[in-house]
């Protein structure tokens, strides 16, 4: 069973950045997507960034192409998403997600994935 946690949110001013950390365990990933979503009060999850554990090709959201990085540590079964130039509309909470299978470069929607961290939480101040 995949197990996701979470862990870098907080609160911080425009303009600054945060690096959020989801830390994996419970199986090996060498055939496995692993991405951030976020969501915003009232609004649905959506997607942010998604990495292919074996090969590292990533794909960004539009929203956030260019100040965003999405990353893997193998060693340290851990996925990091890089947060630079943040803006009070990246206020959300941001979510680690798993699945096997191949990497597509595209946006994937919440259903494409069967784990699910606890969510971790992001405020940007104007």
């Known amino acids: 069973q995949v197990q996701l946690v979470e862990s870098g949110g907080g609160l911080v001013q425009a303009g600054g950045s945060l690096r959020l950390s989801c830390a994996a365990s419970?199986?090996?990933?060498?055939?496995?997507?692993m991405a951030w979503f976020r969501q915003a009060p009232g609004k649905e999850r959506e997607f942010v960034a998604a990495?292919?554990?074996?090969?590292?090709?990533?794909h960004d959201a539009d929203s956030v192409k260019g100040r965003f990085t999405i990353s893997r540590d193998k060693a340290k079964n851990t996925v990091y998403l890089q947060m630079n130039s943040l803006k009070p509309e990246d206020t959300a909470v941001y979510y680690c997600?798993?699945?096997?299978?191949?990497?597509?470069?595209?946006?994937?929607?919440?259903?494409?994935?069967?784990?699910w961290g606890q969510g971790t939480r992001v405020t940007v101040s104007s």
């Open positions: 997600a798993a699945e096997a299978g191949g990497f597509y470069y595209r946006n994937y929607a919440p259903r494409d994935f069967g784990s």
């Open positions: 419970g199986r090996t990933f060498g055939s496995y997507i």
């Open positions: 990495i292919s554990w074996s090969g590292g090709s990533t």
